[in-house]
């Protein structure tokens, strides 16, 4: 309200009191009078009362008494003068702020009008916060009946339009005031904890994001015998798939990346005799169980394992996220839990740092030798979580001091530990992946510790840790931290080879058709295959890497892709076993550098009926169960290749290849894939 409608309220005459707004308002000042006699007198039981003092102490009670009934009486008053000449001032409003002074006093905006102004809403960045605690609620209820006692509103029609300025500035105050009272306990010392279902966001809140990739498609040998794409060892999309699972809810297909569902899983596939050559393909060739008219062709790849003395020293920035939506116990103080157990599994040599963001960023420790290892626990435990989210300017931060304490002959690496929301400062993902394509190139490597759900930002972390070098681990519990940190924790830290590439030629004489299930966001183009120049995945000591094809044999009669009616008609098509090239199924080449090289180096391998399998059942165990956790993907993604093949088929196929398990994760599948039966979209 400004200076121009005071003063039109002044020169206004005062209309009369409506009957309804004034016995409302009467009973409502009866109602806080009497609430007020009752805290008087207190919520205990009575108290006796007991006589003056003195003559004058009595003259003094009675002289209190009498102002206290004239205040009352003087605010009633006013209240039934002036709750009407509000109420008509406040029909002048128009909703979104607009202050109509072209309006007369006591007219009411025109319908039309009031359809045509613009809906004042809460930015779509900001989710649907639950409801706060009862205390909050009955707080807001008295400021509520206050409210409705000031305006003489019929709360029937709605609440009063406020102006634009005030009412978006009320609309932040009840979002703030929902988050503050929603991460309270998890962020003051000594509060009780949070009930189970308030630690994570409600499901209608959810709002994770994921990059939106098509399944990749058949493709005809004949006219695109090339396949070209960069390895990824990350297992992000497995963990959230199985959160989301054992929720009893169906994970959002674009969450599914198959490839990081196979390859979560350790594999004993024969292993490499030297870092020089850091990785032994093996190949496998057996029926679909889906489509018995075509086979899949398995390709298994080994890292090597670096033995301890060939491990380098790690100098470490650990970058975490302590903004308000980090409170919740599945996030910063799972965080917290985790960096513990990475902490132990360092070397005395090693050095951490901590780099904090929340609002601003900050240094929260110093680069730290392992072996003051209290200083860096302290450090971490000390963590807490508040604010918005300033995620670039602690990226750039972390950065400045892992170059600041830079060391060629370690392992130079930032950990970004968040569930992903940046919210203030540099967002753009195209600037955040050229900053940290700049800093890789300096040496300095970033890896991903996603956590939460609900405002998960997956398409952003994945392109960071792909720009950086790194793998992107998503942590769910604290079974999950043991995994990536603690027994993974070679792999996850220290490279064997940057840039790895695969590609695979298919013979059209044998191949009619074929498809590559999973790596849609690997896709490479088949010049990038050759060139050193294009940035393409790193493997971890240790790690492995399953790629499977699915292949249509040339004579198939169940061909997704017709022939051409006017093309080449097609020779003969050479006997199975047929020694040279023209018997090859395909030909592998996978092509890598050396951590500390720049040119690349390149390993070749053909495809031929050697490696083949004349039944899934014959398979060896490792490739079996890879198979089933490949079609699990796949139904949970929506392929349209797998036919009648069915949840309880995969059960049965993982069931009889889990082998030794000594973790449970197989086991853990198995399971997964029967809730998967029962889940709700």
């Known amino acids: 309200m400004i200076e121009r409608d005071l003063m039109r309220l002044k ?85 979104g702020g607009d202050n109509r002074s072209d309006l007369p006093i006591g007219r ?43 305006g003489a509103a019929d709360t029937r029609a709605g609440p009063p339009q406020l102006a634009g300025s005030v009412r978006n500035e009320a609309e932040q105050r009840l979002t703030r005031s929902a988050r503050d009272a929603r991460s309270v306990s998890a962020v003051q010392p000594g509060a009780p904890p949070l009930p189970v279902d308030a630690q994570v966001a409600p499901e209608s809140a959810f709002r994770d994001r994921f990059d939106s990739k098509d399944i990749n498609p ?16 990350d297992a992000a999309s497995y963990a959230f798939a199985r959160r989301a699972l054992n929720e009893g809810r169906l994970p959002p297909k674009d969450s599914v990346r198959v490839e990081e569902f196979v390859n979560y ?74 960096l513990r157990m990475l902490v132990d599994e360092l070397r005395p040599e090693d ?27 302290a450090a971490v435990d000390a963590l807490g979580a508040g604010g918005s989210t300033a995620g670039a300017q602690g990226v750039q931060d972390a950065y400045r001091l892992a170059e ?27 600037e955040l992946k050229g900053l940290i394509e700049r800093k890789r190139e300096k040496g300095v490597f970033l890896s991903i510790l996603g956590v939460g759900q609900g405002n998960y930002n997956d398409a952003l972390m994945q392109a960071l840790a792909q720009n950086g070098n790194g793998a992107a681990v998503y942590v769910d519990n604290l079974n999950e931290a043991r995994k990536a940190l603690v027994e993974e924790a ?13 590609q695979v030629e298919w013979n059209p004489a044998r191949v009619s058709e074929y498809r590559l299930i999973g790596y849609e966001t690997r ?23 399953t790629a499977i094809y699915e292949i249509t044999p040339v004579g198939s009669q169940k061909k997704l892709v017709d022939d051409l009616r006017y093309g080449k008609q097609k020779a003969a098509a050479p006997a199975a076993g047929q020694t040279g090239a023209d018997g090859e199924l395909g030909f592998l080449k996978l092509r890598y550098k050396l951590p500390k090289e720049e040119a690349s180096r390149l390993i070749t391998q053909p495809i031929g009926d050697s490696r083949t399998i004349d039944s899934v059942a014959h398979a060896p165990q490792e490739v079996r169960f890879s198979i089933a956790v490949a079609a699990f993907a796949q139904m949970l993604k929506g392929a349209p290749y797998l036919g009648s093949y069915g949840y309880d088929d995969v059960i049965a196929l993982a069931q009889n290849a889990k082998g030794d398990d000594p973790f449970g994760y197989r086991a853990e599948f198995v399971n997964l894939a029967r809730l998967a039966k029962s889940a709700r979209p």
């Open 108 to 150: 009411a905006t025109p319908p039309a009008e009031m359809a045509a102004a613009p809906r004042m809403e809460a930015p779509s960045t900001i989710a649907p916060a639950p409801a706060p605690p009862a205390s909050v609620a009955r707080r807001a209820k008295s400021r509520t009946a206050a409210g409705a006692i000031g």
């Open 523 to 545: 896709a490479l183009r088949r010049e990038d295959f050759n060139n050193d120049k294009v940035d393409a995945g790193d493997v971890g000591s240790g790690h492995r890497v």
């Open 490 to 502: 070679s792999s996850t830290l220290f490279p064997i080879a940057k840039d790895v590439k695969i």
């Open 265 to 338: 899983f350790p594999y004993d596939y024969p292993k490499p005799e030297s870092a020089q050559t850091p990785f032994k393909p093996t190949i496998t060739v057996t029926p679909s169980p889906w489509n018995a008219d075509n086979r899949l062709v398995h390709v298994a790849i080994q890292g090597y394992a670096l033995q301890s003395a060939e491990r380098p020293r790690a100098n470490l920035v650990f970058l975490i996220d302590v903004s308000g939506s980090m409170a919740p116990q599945d996030r910063l103080p799972l965080v917290k839990n985790a």
């Open 351 to 377: 050095t951490v740092a901590v780099v904090t963001y929340a609002s601003g960023s900050g240094v929260a420790l110093e680069p730290t030798k392992v072996s003051d290892k209290a200083k860096i626990l």
């Open 404 to 430: 600041a304490n830079f060391d060629a002959s370690a392992v130079n690496r930032v950990i970004l530990a968040t569930d992903g929301d940046f919210n203030v400062g540099v967002t753009d993902q195209r």
């Open 11 to 95: 020169e206004t005459q005062v209309p009369p009191p409506e009957d309804g707004a004034k016995r409302a308002a009467l009973a409502a000042a009866a109602a806080a009078f009497e609430k007020s006699a009752a805290d008087a007198q207190g919520s205990a039981a009575p108290q006796r009362l007991s006589p003056a003092s003195s003559p004058t102490e009595g003259k003094r009670t009675m002289r209190q008494t009498i102002h206290f009934n004239r205040a009352l009486a003087a605010s009633i008053a006013a209240l039934m003068i002036g709750a009407p000449a509000a109420f008509m001032l406040s029909r002048n409003l128009t909703p």
């Open 218 to 233: 058949v493709k005809v040998t004949a006219t695109d015998p090339v396949s070209t794409f960069s390895i990824d060892v």
